[in-house]
T-cell receptor
């Protein structure tokens, strides 16, 4: 069963607008969440993270929101730029485990 | 920033061959390295966790005799796919975490595309 779900395989956003990528999880033991960005033929690159004790973390154009009661997090990118076009993976960790549990990814396409 | 190097990036070999993949942390010491596998249109799935100087911990369903992991130093872990078969064809990717305490983001290599003929 998929413990981390990214239900949108792809998302198209116009340049300059806000991109919102969503992620849901089912395991209540997860207490740390990360977003990774991946270009073709490259490994995932860490983008931003959030601990379960927070509900928001901001870094430049990127903001991650966490709603623990809904087991939902989202990544906001504003303003979206062409270089943001990539696959974005949501990942979670917790319960004493060290390895990451990933979603299937969302392919973000920024249109000029 | 932190860099993880993975080699080779692409391997094509005959069925029955053993293949070794290297994962190196270039500018930090990694007490823990992870190996993931990704099949087409699927998420990255953790295969095993490798701690320096000790035996790797394998996830359920991953054959430890098939996927040999060695983590002999703080900067190098290797994954050997023994007697590879076509069903082992996949994208293998490693990540490394620094010695710092608490949750630290894992830094990923660029992955190895393994194709078994």
């Amino acid at each position: 069963d998929q413990q981390v779900k990214q239900n949108s395989p792809s998302l198209s956003v116009q340049e300059g607008r806000i991109s919102i990528l969503n992620c849901d999880y089912t395991n209540s033991m997860f207490d740390y969440f990360l977003w990774y960005k991946k270009y073709p033929a490259e490994g995932p690159t860490f983008l931003i993270s959030i601990s379960s004790i927070k509900d928001k973390n901001e870094d430049g154009r990127f903001t991650v929101f966490l709603n623990k009661s809904a087991k939902h997090l989202s990544l906001h990118i504003v303003p979206s730029q062409p270089g943001d076009s990539a696959v974005y993976f949501c990942a979670a960790i917790g319960g004493g485990a060290d390895g990451l549990t990933f979603g299937k990814g969302t392919h973000l396409i920024i249109q000029p | 920033g932190a860099v993880v190097s993975q080699h080779p990036s692409w391997v094509i070999c005959k069925s029955g061959t053993s293949v070794k993949i290297e994962c190196r942390s270039l500018d930090f010491q990694a007490t823990t390295m992870f190996w993931y596998r990704q099949f087409p249109k699927q998420s990255l799935m953790l295969m095993a966790t490798s701690n320096e100087g000790s035996k790797a911990t394998y996830e359920q369903g991953v054959e430890k005799d098939k996927f040999l992991i060695n983590h002999a130093s703080l900067t190098l872990s290797t994954l050997t796919v023994t007697s590879a078969h076509p069903e082992d064809s996949s994208f293998y990717i490693c990540s490394a975490k620094s010695k710092k305490g608490g949750y630290q983001p894992q830094h990923f290599g660029d992955g190895t595309r393994l194709s078994i003929l």
